[in-house]
DNA sequence: ACCTGAACACCGTTCAAGT
DNA sequence: ACCTGAACACCGTTCAAGT
């Protein structure tokens, strides 16, 4: 199978869902896909853009899930499930999202559709508490009422935005 | 100097101020400290365990600033003065209050104060927007407007905490 | 009690050289 | 164009041994 930019960052992505950020070592992808090291950086600049293109791809994940129209609330949980289901899918997005906001906001949580504040405002908190409870998880500390936890949060921060366009 | 716990950390902090979590390792702190890197682990646990003090001592420094009857909104702003000071002061305390909130949750913002769920939303709001605050720092990208629009979003989730015991 | 020295099992990245 | 092999400059952590 020839190597791709894709089928590297396919790759990262089982190897996260299964065994977290701490396992995701460029040796071990390269081993992965039977590969040495270095051949992976004739697809990908650096581990870095590695952790960009898995934020794109999870961003994706999430519009698929929920279209640009979407409830924002409804959004804002979804994203957190995406993010869930990658060990440490939350500390990667934020990387993400601080280096290309729009490449890595889902839409119906984008700056168009909330404004520039708002949507910077429900996204850093998702990622916060999402960041949190992936620690927690971890460390096998309670995950109990988390998601009604954030969900009464990112409400109170999103009750301004009733009446969308 | 003898070396202890606490001198192993204000070491820590320094070079976190000055260099980042990047060159934070524990052979450079060894280095730092002119001793060997397997000395620091008589003293410390291991890195983690470092990080864990290192945001127990940014608590310290918040709590200094602004005394557990502070203005909720006005805590969250020193909160994020103090994590600024240090290059990547919200990842690492982002760590801690995972694993041990109480110790790391400033008083003023803390659940006895606020409640759990209030506690925890403006926390990770505030963890999770210093901390890409700091990414793009990192990378040179726009600081701007980061102060005012984190107060908007951190009074938006505040605005249900209006009279205070 | 506190620290050294050496070792173990790793990292990310570069670069000449091969095909 | 795409990959190998070897090298460089690092990591965190453990542990016998020294004082």
Redesign the pocket.
Known sequence: M???AESITSTALSILSQYGLG?????????EL???????????????S?LILISRSLKAEVDALCPATADPLAAAMSLREVLLKYRDGAEIVLLGYSITPPDVAPQALGADRLGAELSHGILTLTLGAVAVEQNRRLFAIDPADAAENFAANASLLLRSSRRLP
């Open positions: 020839a190597l791709t396992d995701l070592s460029m040796r071990r992808l390269a081993r039977d590969v040495q090291p270095s051949a992976l950086y004739w697809h990908v600049k650096d581990k870095q590695l």
